[in-house]
Nanobody
């Protein structure tokens, strides 16, 4: 299973970007998904998360500006980012808790995507 993230780029303050992250592979079901970011010189932090049932959670700094959603049929999670600020700059990583089904049963694993760079200019 791989998580493939896309959608980052350079945008001016006040602009918008939409990130996507698709889980690729076979024999799994996705539980919780989320987006994290890491700004230069800072620790990775949770930006937004969504459970399998659709419950969402946001960092205070992005509430009202970012929206996380998922398309279960496409095994994809999205992050719509509006009213972007320079402090939103960083590498954004998607994360997913998956249940993998094998011939021996099932296991719960956590996966990270490769990261996509978001740069917001002032």
């Amino acid at each position: 299973v791989q998580l493939q993230a896309s959608g980052g780029g350079l945008v001016q303050a006040g602009g918008s970007l939409r990130l996507s992250c698709a889980a690729l592979g076979r024999g799994f079901s996705i539980e919780d998904m989320g987006w994290y970011r890491q700004a230069p010189g800072k620790q990775r932090e949770l930006v937004a998360a969504i459970t399998g049932g659709g419950t969402t959670n946001y960092a205070d700094s992005v509430k009202g500006r970012f929206t996380i959603s998922r398309d279960n049929a496409k095994n994809t999670v999205y992050l719509q980012m509006n009213s972007l600020k320079p402090e939103d700059t960083g590498v954004y990583y998607c994360n997913a808790d998956l249940t993998r089904f094998t011939a021996c049963g099932s296991t719960r694993d956590n996966y990270w995507g490769q990261g996509t760079l978001v740069t917001v200019s002032s």
